[in-house]
């Protein structure tokens, strides 16, 4: 599923509150530049694909469509989509090894 690096360069993020915070709300370019930074290898085109697919995939293992109906969008109420996406997406693909499936 798309680029591992993407999965693995969130869930680093979510590990640390303080840069989380920081960049919670801040333009998409400015967090790819954060992650070019740290030494992962993705572009935008392989961020957005590779988190369109992990919630896809994570609606899929819940039995849920991957429409404005899934329960997955409840546990983003009250957090960035950042944030979402570091301390929920992130964590869960990578526990269910989505990262390594096709």
Partial sequence: MGNSD???FLSELGHNP????????AQKETVLAL????????????FNATIWEAEAALAALIGEPFDFS???WEIMWGKSYLEFLALTVAPLALGAKLSEKA
């Fill in 6 to 8: 993407v999965l693995r």
């Fill in 35 to 46: 992650a070019a930074r740290q030494g992962y290898g993705f572009d935008e085109a392989e």
């Fill in 70 to 72: 899934c329960s997955l």
């Fill in 18 to 25: 303080a840069l989380l915070a920081e960049y919670a709300t």
